[in-house]
Every structure is written in C-alpha cells, then in structure tokens.
C-alpha cells in the first residue's frame, strides 16, 4: 500500500488559502465605503450585489488575489452607482457633481429659506443650503441675521464655498431682523415684523421664491404662512404632512395632521383628505392614491366620535379612493398612500417612528452572537443595520409640508443639520415644481363654487 500523506498540522491548517480568502474578504467589506452604504431599496441593487457576491465567492479559491486587489474598481464600476437617498426617487433624473445629467441653470427654482431657524442655526442650515445647490436644480435665498451668520460662517470654514456659491448666483443672502426662538409664542410672528422666518414668506409671497423651508418653531412657522401666505380658500384649518417609509423601499405613505392641530372636526380631516390626495397624485406620481382613516379597527363602526363621524365623510367623496380605516399596524404596510388622522395622533406616529431606527440598530446588535463567529457574521450584517437605520431616520426624510396654505411650505425638524435640509429641499423643489399649488387652487375653486 502507498503509504499515506501525512496530515496537515494546525499551523499549516490555519494558513490554508481559504481561509486567508474569507478574512481578506471581511476585510475588504468593512472597509469598501461603496459597500457599506448601499442603500436597500431597490431589487435591482440586490441583483447586481448578489451576481457580484456570486463571483466573489465562486473564484475565490482560485482568483482569492485578484479579487482583492480589484475590489476598488469593481465598487466603483458596479455597486457606487447604485447608492441614492430615500427621497431620490422624488427627484428622478437629477444631475449633480459626477452624475451622467449635469444640472442646467436654466432649470433652477428659487428657494427661501429661514436661515435662523432651528436648534444649531445658521452653520448647519446654510451647509445644507451649499450642499443642496450642488446636488439640486434649486436657487437659495438665505434669510439671516448678519452678525450670527458671519459669525457661524467663520466657525464652521464656510467661506470658501460660500462666496462661490454667492458668485455662481446659487445664493443670495438676504439680511433679517431678530429671528423667532424656538421657545417663543407662535403669536411673536406678528410683533417681529422683518424677522427671518416672516420674510422668507414675504419672498414667496411676492413670487421671487416658489417655495419655503424653515426648522425654526413650527407654530411660528404655520403662524407665519397663515398670516403672511394665507390660508387656501375652502381650507379651515392648514395641516403637517409627513413622508413615512413603507416596507416597500420604492413607495411612502402621507400622514397628516401631525402635529398643527389637536383637536380637530370631521370636514377637517375631509379637507386634509383631498390636499393629500393631490399632493400624492401629483408629487408622489400615485396614480390613484388609497386614502385612509386612521382608526383602532378596520370596521367602520369603531372608533371615537371624530373617526365615526369621518368615515361617512370620506367614504361618500367621489374625488378620493377611500380605502377603509387604517390601523397603526398598517401605515408601514404599503397598503395607503394617504392616511389622515387628528394632530395628536399623528405626532404621536411621528415621534415613535423617530425613535425605531435608532432602537432597532441597537437591540439587533445586542442580540448578535459572540465570539470569532460572532465578528465575522457582524462584518457581513453591519451595513445591511446602517441601511435599515438609514430608511427609518427621519433626517432621511428632512421635513414635513404645510399643506392648506397658499405657497409651498416645508417645516423641518428642530434638530435638523445639513443632510436634514438637503433633504428638506429636496422635498421642496419637487413640491415646488409639479405645478402642485395650480392644482390645489383648482380644488379650493371647485369647493367655492
């Protein structure tokens, strides 16, 4: 008999090129930034990763060495295209730094924006603004008390960008009186004349912006639009719309009231029905959307007064393709496209959604395993957590309408910095340039006559 080889020692084992091939892998997806902020929305990424996956690991004991040394250009040639922001897809076919459709200045829409308002104004706000004009076919008009601005301006290295921005007429900054706090009555709006928050209106207003974003106090804010804007005809009571994501990455769902009115009527929320409706049509490409009521039961015949007083109101309109009540539950589920409900509730929604990204991460990560096996399986599921933490995030998401006054208004988080009012602008110039506000006119019209 031939004698037999001799078998491998633990040292020999452990330097077998396999398993050099998975640790340079591990290696090579933790650090690849293309890869780990993919985002997951669109089964068209997950193909192209899979088929990428696949020959990864099909020639990986083979071609472990090319693979590694090419890992850069495949992420760049194959996966770094697909990368895009949850509210992307409100802006299809926008151009910017490095994207096949460059922006025409032709197209850009002017902006104003309340540059005082919010938690960490103006250096975040007017970052964002500088951002925003390099990604987006927008102008900014930028609101703003000197003193602060300059201030802030010379604090976070905003100079250099700013006067090129200023000298390429993508910003204009337009001096303010005192500004708004964030602790101030609503009614102070009408006291402080030339602050920020009113003149960004009065720029609307008197047509030299089409639309308006501020992260100041937002019962200032819809203070302000009511009383510098107005209110549109038919429309007794504005209401905060926000954009909530859905378990389908290419879809989202209209919440409002979410917070402008607590205690509310049933022709309300009739009202904020049919503004919804349009603005979902028209913004959102929905072609029918599917408006609910958001009630405790799907029966018509639970809930409180207001919600027994809505249905018949919703379900009788002709205009709207009323799908039913709605319950908690089923606001992610895609199964709506507006959904309506009374300024309490709402917000209540819109806080708790806040917190699930956050909380989600971190109870995913405490329950992943220990241990060597523990590392490499965290290495392969982190950037699927930051993708889902990304989805949820509300700075994703930027900002919420004002729907009910005359002018596009979007109010953005108190909190909000740079990627938050990049993202609220966005959500603005897609309002802004749907024609949204002729349609809008166009039902008020027809509830008048």
């Not at 975040?124 to 990604?135: D, F, K, T």
Request: hydrophobic share 45%; with cysteine.
């Amino acid at each position: 008999m031939p004698p037999k080889d001799p078998e491998p020692s633990g040292s020999q084992a452990r330097r077998s090129k396999p398993n050099r091939t998975i640790r340079r892998l591990v290696i090579w997806y933790r650090r690849n930034a293309a890869v780990t902020s993919l985002v997951d929305t669109a089964t068209s990424a997950a193909g192209a990763a899979g088929t990428v996956a696949g020959s990864v690991v099909s020639g990986a004991g083979s071609v472990a060495g090319s693979v590694v040394s090419g890992a850069g250009s495949v992420a760049g040639s194959v996966l770094e295209p697909l990368v895009f922001d949850p509210l992307r897809r409100l802006q299809r076919g926008l151009g910017g730094p490095g994207e096949e459709n460059p922006i025409n200045d032709a197209d850009r829409l002017w902006v104003a924006v309340d540059g005082m308002g919010g938690d960490h104004a103006p250096g975040p706000i007017l970052e964002g603004c500088l951002q925003a004009v390099e990604r987006l076919p927008l102008r900014v008009r930028f609101v703003a008390e000197s003193e602060p601005l300059a201030a802030a301006v010379a604090a976070m290295d905003l100079g250099e960008p700013l006067d090129e921005a200023i000298a390429r007429g993508l910003i204009e900054l337009v001096p303010s009186g005192p500004s708004v706090g964030m602790n101030e009555e609503a009614t102070v709006v009408r006291k402080k004349r030339d602050a920020s928050i009113n003149m960004a209106m009065d720029l609307v207003k008197d047509g030299q912006a089409l639309a308006v974003y501020s992260a100041g106090n937002s019962g200032a804010v819809m203070a302000s639009a009511i009383f510098r804007l107005g209110r549109l005809k038919g429309i007794d009571r504005p209401a905060i719309g926000a954009l909530f994501p859905t378990k389908d990455p290419e879809q989202q769902v209209l919440v409002l009231d979410v917070g402008a009115n607590m205690d509310c009527k049933p022709e309300w929320l009739l009202q904020w029905a049919l503004l919804g409706n349009i603005y979902s049509r028209d913004v959102l490409q929905v072609g029918q959307p599917r408006v609910g009521l958001v009630n405790i039961g799907e029966e018509e015949c639970k809930g409180n007064d207001l919600c027994l007083r809505t249905h018949p109101l919703l379900a009788g309109e002709s205009r709207l393709q009323f799908a039913g009540n709605c319950e908690g539950r089923d606001i992610l589920s895609g199964a709506f496209d507006v959904v309506v409900c009374d300024g309490f509730t709402g917000n209540v929604l819109l806080k708790f959604l806040e917190s699930v990204g956050s909380v989600l991460l971190d109870v995913i990560k405490a329950e992943l395993p220990r241990g060597r096996r523990g590392k490499v399986g965290s290495a392969f599921l982190i950037g699927n957590l930051r993708r889902i933490k990304k989805r949820l995030d509300h700075a994703e998401h930027g900002g919420a309408l004002l729907l009910g006054v005359d002018g596009v208004c979007v109010i953005g988080h108190g909190s909000s910095k740079a990627l938050s009012v990049l993202s609220a602008l966005r959500l603005a110039h897609s309002a802004a340039s749907h024609g949204v506000m002729e349609n809008l006119h166009a039902l008020t019209r027809a509830a008048c006559g």
